[in-house]
C-alpha cells in the first residue's frame, strides 16, 4: 500500500503542479510563465517527487512509464493494475482540487488534444507521431539513467530535465502528454472533444513506452 500511496501522491503533484502553471501561470498578463515555464514546471514536478517517494514505489507517475519499466522487464505485470489506478486516482484528485481553486470557464482546462484541439492546429498524424517517440525517449532516459551500471543519485535529475525538453518541444503540437493519467485528469474536466480524443493520449504513449522498453531490454540491458 506504500507504494501505491506513493504513486498517488507523485501523480497528484505532477498534475497539480504541471497542469497548475498551464491554468494559472501561463497567460498571467505580462508576468505570464509562458510554455517554457510550464515545461520547467512538468519537469521540476517529477525531479522532486522522485526525490520525495522514488525510492518507495520507483517514482512511476505515469501509466505509460509503469508498461515501459514492465516491457524492459523492470516492473512486475502483477503490480501493473495497482498503479495505474493509483496514478488516475492521484490525476483526478489533483484536476479536481484546479477545478476548486479555477474561477469561471474551465474551457481545455490543461486538456492535450489534435486538429482544432491542438494549440498549434497540429494533425492527428502528428500527435500521433510526436507523443509516440517523446514518451519513448523518455523512457529511453529513465531506464538508461537508472542503469545499475549509472552514476547514482542523478537519475532524478536526468529525467525530470527529460521531461522539461519534451514539453518544450511538444506543448505546441498536443498540449504534451506523455502521460495517459494527466491527460485523462483534464479531458474529463475539459469534457467535449476532448474526451473523444483521449484515446490517442493512451495509445501512443503507451506503444512508444514498450517499444522503448522492449529496445533497452535487448540492446543496452547488458551494456
Not at 185 to 196: E, I, P, R, V
Not at 200 to 216: D, K
Request: with cysteine; glycine share 14%.
Amino acid at each position: 500500500m506504500k507504494k501505491l500511496f506513493a504513486e498517488l501522491f507523485g501523480t497528484f503533484w505532477l498534475v497539480f503542479g504541471g497542469c497548475g502553471s498551464a491554468i494559472f501561470a501561463a497567460g498571467f498578463p505580462e508576468l505570464g510563465i509562458g510554455f517554457a515555464g510550464v515545461a520547467l514546471a512538468f519537469g521540476l514536478t517529477v525531479l522532486t517527487m522522485a526525490y520525495a517517494v522514488g525510492h518507495i514505489s520507483g517514482g512511476h507517475f505515469n501509466p505509460a512509464v509503469s508498461f515501459g519499466l514492465w516491457a524492459g522487464g523492470k516492473f512486475e505485470l502483477k503490480n501493473l493494475l495497482g498503479y495505474i489506478v493509483a496514478q488516475l486516482v492521484g490525476a483526478l484528485l489533483a484536476a479536481g482540487a484546479l477545478y476548486t481553486i479555477f474561477s469561471g470557464d474551465v474551457g481545455g482546462f490543461a486538456a492535450n488534444g489534435f486538429d482544432e484541439l491542438s494549440p498549434g492546429k497540429y494533425t492527428m498524424t502528428s500527435a500521433l507521431m510526436a507523443e509516440f517517440l517523446l514518451t519513448f525517449f523518455f523512457l529511453i532516459i529513465i531506464l538508461g539513467s537508472t542503469h545499475k551500471n549509472a552514476p547514482k543519485g542523478f537519475a532524478p535529475i536526468a529525467i525530470g530535465l527529460g521531461l522539461t525538453l519534451i514539453h518544450l518541444i511538444s506543448i505546441p503540437i498536443t498540449n504534451t502528454s506523455v502521460n495517459p493519467a494527466r491527460s485523462t485528469s483534464q479531458a474529463l474536466f475539459a469534457g467535449g472533444d476532448y474526451t473523444a480524443q483521449l484515446w490517442l493520449f493512451w495509445l501512443a504513449p503507451i506503444a512508444g513506452a514498450i517499444v522503448a522498453g522492449l529496445v533497452h531490454k535487448y540492446l543496452f540491458e547488458e551494456a
